[in-house]
């Protein structure tokens, strides 16, 4: 179910999309409005993990470490979530780049004219963690997990920089796409698995899902102590 | 052809704000209306009610409500001598794909441009003499004027339910509105939204340096209000989920909360969501619509005939819907000739980043158009001898809610992305950081334009629109001018501690700066048929059952938000219509 993708009705629109011109119709449109179902605030799924390998969700789970470390602010990038939010968001359609214009001929072109991937988020997260790993293995003989945190960083800030040898893959946008989905992870609502119990949103004062401020937008420069809310509690 | 649907008075290509206005007028004159509109059904209560409304990732990250280039990208490319390519990710432009348009998702800053913006050649011709102008710079006046305008305006701003304070009432200028405005016949059907600490920071700053801010009209509801169809709306609860959102307290004027519960109720109007039109179709001599192609959404082919063709499609999507549907010259940028996707333009943004020490702006709280701005800069409010470049910009400061996730990277220049560090700056920004947000008139020119690319096709084989555009030299000269404007505003805002200066223009443009989404131009109206497309009541020169309406009607971009003036230029088409067009079919201007 693509909760984040917009109703039912639009996704088999995109899944079509980028499907021959004379393909088949969209199928799968719901053919009767029913209450609620276009529009559930779903949980994401419990239990293992729907795309992501065990090693790539371990190399993942370190990375988000290094990136929202664990410190007196707040939990660390991996006990907030972020690699279950990663793994359900590639198996849904972000990772199958439904949005994307996805046609070919592909060329590279001016860096004005942006990113030209032929690879889905999901391939890229493949090849990328699979290139990282293959690096790492070259390099130190061991995972990105297994090595200290002053080494990571520093394969971080080498990829930030797009200097980290990765064969086929550029590191800079492979560092940036996961950068992105790591600070989605930290700060998105819980409803899509990560920002446990709110803390992004308790380290920095916001008050997560509230929809009402008339009370208090007469109270200017006040510090507020807001309680922090999910959608999580809007959909029990 | 097996699909003909029963002819209609006039069919309306996409329901945003100028196909509902437009519909709303025809239905009520008593035409027989059929709206095609290739994005699905949404309403408050359904789609984006409060218990799934504030949700950043859905609506602002993942953009669920904006119109994906998988269903429709353009290629993009800043000269003619580069070869255009896809903009095949999420970019700044934001279309809309819904029953609603754009309408349901913007920000909610309803302007009205000044009568400068509408006759911008007479007035630099009169106040500077012709040298003042850029080589290749397109400046022509529209046709139509701000007087002509002015009750248009009005109505628009009564249907769409905004909050403001009027600056200039017949004449009178009024403490705490905008006295730069073009003059009003009545005050703004609201009172202007709440202030805030940003708010009153900046305008104590601005007044210091002698400038005039006031509140920007907003369509958020400052009270409960009903509009002039009988559509009650609610009070505006400044939540912050506003920008990428639906209103889930139908407090945003929108199509969908303020005309399109009228629409539903007349049984001469007709909608069909999640159809997508092709083209106009012409008849033998090319001067005479038919009616439209279109495909609906288990992918069979339709005819709808129709008296009346109102391309409403949004401004990129109806200058590609003429040029597929071969109405109007097309524009050639190597001989100079044709009119259709000519006088393209944008938004020129300049301004700062700033960070202040130790405040608790509490932007969380806020509503899309919740905005202080000063006028002293923008247009042609202030003497721009000896400047080289006509222009300006309204320079504002927006109390529009947080994002999260969209403002990680708003930080003091050299602040880590990552690690400790970052957490610890971002914390701080969140309450401290902000934008002095320079936007600013935009003029077009002859290298930047609009046509059909000859390479990329979307899912129903036809080509997609290609963009050839980039900064041209007066509105580099315009951002640089705001730039410094800007800085100055900056360093007199109480507590401000580091000011960072930005200027879209100072490097290419690309898609992917996400400056500005207000997109202009291309199918132009104007008073000659060899520089434009359209005549000032937005009805095809080449073929007149034709009219088109949204911001492609704009020769030149003003340091304003442009739906107001889309709005009011609907409105003024469809009077037009119908006391004029329907009792004597043909040109309404002799060109």
């Known amino acids: 179910m693509a909760a984040v993708a917009g109703t039912a009705a639009s996704v088999p629109l995109l899944r079509a999309a980028n499907a021959d011109a004379d393909g088949a119709p969209p199928a799968g449109t719901p053919a009767k409005w029913e209450a609620g179902a276009a529009n559930p605030a779903l949980p994401p799924r419990s239990g293992g993990l729907l795309y992501l390998t065990a090693t790539e969700a371990e190399t993942l789970g370190a990375i988000a470490d290094r990136l929202i470390p664990a410190d ?33 001929p592909y060329y590279q072109g001016t860096p004005e004219q942006g990113p030209q991937n032929k690879l889905t988020p999901a391939q890229r997260y493949r090849a990328g963690l699979a290139a990282l790993a293959g690096y790492c293995q070259r390099e130190f003989g061991k995972g990105f997990a297994q090595l200290d945190a002053a080494t990571q960083d520093k394969l971080l800030t080498s990829m ?56 208090y937008m007469d109270r200017k420069g006040e ?9 999580v509690d809007s959909a029990s | 052809m097996a699909n003909i649907r029963p002819k209609a008075d006039a069919v309306i290509v996409g329901l945003g704000w100028c196909g509902s206005l437009m519909a709303e007028e025809l239905t009520r004159a008593g035409l027989n209306v059929v709206a095609l509109e290739r994005g699905p059904w949404r309403d408050a209560a359904t789609d984006f009610p409060p218990a799934v409304d504030a949700d950043e990732l859905r609506w602002d990250a993942r953009r669920s409500m904006i119109l994906p280039p998988a269903i429709e990208a353009l290629t993009f490319r800043n000269t003619s001598s580069e070869r255009a390519l896809p903009a095949r990710e999420w970019n700044t432009f934001d279309f809309g794909y819904n029953v609603g348009g754009a309408g349901t998702h913007w920000a909610g800053m309803a302007w009205r441009f000044t009568p ?55 004449g009178e200028k009024i403490d705490g509105g905008n006295p730069f405005e073009g003059e009003r016949a009545e005050e703004f059907p609201l009172p202007a939204l709440k202030s805030t600490r940003l708010t ?14 006031f509140m920007v009209p907003a369509a958020q509801t400052s009270g409960a209000y009903t509009n002039p169809l009988g559509v009650k709306m609610g009070p505006c609860t400044y939540c912050g989920y506003c920008l990428y959102y639906g209103c889930g307290n139908w407090s945003k004027g929108s199509p969908n909360a303020c005309v399109i519960p009228v629409l539903k109720m007349r049984s001469n109007f007709t909608l069909l969501a999640e159809s997508t039109v092709l083209r106009a179709n012409l008849a033998e001599d090319g001067k005479t619509a038919t009616g439209v192609t279109y495909v609906d959404k288990d992918g069979q082919q339709w005819e709808q005939p129709a008296d009346i063709v109102v391309f409403s499609a949004f401004q990129a999507q109806n200058v590609r819907l003429l040029l597929l549907s071969k109405i109007g010259q097309p524009y050639d940028h190597r001989t100079g000739q044709g009119v259709v996707g000519r006088a393209y333009c944008y938004q020129t943004v300049s301004g700062t980043s700033i960070f202040f020490d ?20 923008n247009g042609d409010n202030f003497d721009h001898t000896g400047l080289g470049f006509i222009g300006g910009a309204g320079i504002l400061v927006v109390s529009r809610g947080s994002r999260p996730i969209g403002n990680t990277d708003f930080l003091p220049a050299g602040t880590p992305r990552w690690g400790s560090e970052w957490k610890k700056a971002y914390k701080h920004a969140f309450q401290n950081g902000t934008v002095v947000f320079g936007q600013g008139t935009s003029y077009s020119h002859k290298d930047s334009y609009l046509d059909l690319d000859p390479t990329y096709k979307d899912m129903h084989g036809q080509p997609l629109l290609r963009m050839t555009f980039d900064f041209n030299e007066n509105d580099k000269r315009s951002a640089a001018f705001i730039e410094q404007k800007a800085i100055e505003i900056s360093h007199a805002m109480a507590g401000v501690k580091h000011v960072v200066p930005t200027n879209s223009a100072d490097r290419k443009w690309s898609p992917y700066d996400l400056a500005s989404d207000h997109t202009i131009g291309g199918a132009v109206m104007g008073m000659d048929p060899k520089t434009s497309v359209l005549n000032r009541y937005q009805q095809v020169w080449d073929v007149p059952n034709v009219f088109v309406c949204g911001a492609s009607s704009f020769p030149n971009n003003a340091g304003y938000n442009p739906t107001g003036t889309i709005g009011a230029l609907t409105l003024w088409t469809a009077r037009a219509i119908i006391d004029r067009y329907l009792k004597n079919p043909g040109p309404l201007v002799q060109a």
């Open chain 1, 72 to 104: 007196e602010l707040s939990i660390g990038g991996k006990e907030a979530g972020c690699v279950a939010f990663i793994d359900r968001q590639l198996d849904g359609t972000f990772g199958q780049g439904v949005s994307d214009y996805r046609r070919g």
């Open chain 1, 160 to 215: 930030e920089a797009n200097q980290l040898a990765l064969g086929e893959v550029d590191s800079k946008p492979l560092f940036e796409l996961i950068l992105q989905n790591v600070r989605e992870g930290f700060l998105a609502d819980p409803v899509y698995g990560g920002n446990k119990d709110m803390a992004s949103w308790k380290m920095l004062g916001f008050p997560g899902a509230r929809y009402d401020f008339r009370d």
């Open chain 1, 223 to 231: 510090k507020f102590n807001f309680i922090p809310v999910s959608l």
């Open chain 2, 116 to 170: 400068f913006d509408f006759q911008p050649a007479t007035h630099v011709k009169a106040r500077y003499g012709q040298q003042q102008l850029a080589d290749g710079l397109i400046v022509q006046d529209w046709g139509v004027t701000y007087a002509d305008l002015e009750p248009y305006y009005d109505r628009f701003e009564k249907i769409a339910g905004i909050s403001g304070k009027a600056g200039n009432l017949r």
């Open chain 2, 200 to 213: 009153d920071i900046f305008d104590a700053g601005a007044r210091k340096l002698g400038l005039h801010p």
């Open chain 2, 358 to 377: 130790d405040e608790q702006l509490n932007q969380y709280m806020g509503a899309g158009a919740l905005s202080s701005q000063v006028d002293d800069w």
